[in-house]
C-alpha cells in the first residue's frame, strides 16, 4: 500500500482479480466455437484432399497400364507364327495338303484331336493321356504317360524343319 499524498486517500496496489466477468464468457464461448467449425472444415478439407489424391493416382496408373499395353504390341512374325516345312509324319497325322504349318496352328490341331478322341484327364483337364496315334507321333515308347497341352511343343518340334 502506498499513500497519494494529493488526495490523501490509500490507494491498493494489490493485483486486481482476473475471474472472467459476464462480458468475456460470451467471447471466449464463441471463440470455440469458431475454432471447433474451422477444425470441422479443415478435417472435410483434409479428407476431400485424400480422396482426390487417391483418385489421381488411380487414373496414373490405369494410363501407365494402358500406355504400357499399347507399348507391348503382340508379334506375328515370331517362329511359332510363321509357316514352315514338317516331316512326312506330321503332315499324315495332321492331313495336310502341303506339308508347311507353323507351330501354332499344329498345336491347335493336335489339342482338338486330343478332345475331340477324349484323352483327357476328367479330373485334371489340363492333362491327357496321348493314345497309340499320338504316342508313335511324339516317338514315345512304354508306358503312357499324362502329358499336359504345353508339352506338345516340346514332342512336336522335332517334326519341323
Known sequence: MFI???KMTEVSTAPQSTQPTES????????FTDLCQQLSQLTLINRELITNVRNVHKSYRRQRQQISRNKRAKKTNTKIHLPMDVSSKLAKFLKLKEPSI?????????????????L?????????????RLMKLFGLK???????FVEINKYISQHFI
Open 4 to 6: 497519494n499524498y494529493k
Open 24 to 31: 468475456t464468457q460470451p467471447d471466449l464461448s464463441q471463440q
Open 102 to 118: 507353323s507351330k501354332q496352328d499344329a498345336m491347335k490341331q493336335i489339342s482338338t484331336y486330343v478332345k475331340d478322341n477324349k
Open 120 to 132: 483327357q484327364i476328367e479330373t485334371d483337364k489340363r492333362r491327357f493321356i496321348p493314345n497309340g
Open 142 to 148: 512304354g508306358d503312357k504317360p499324362k502329358m499336359t
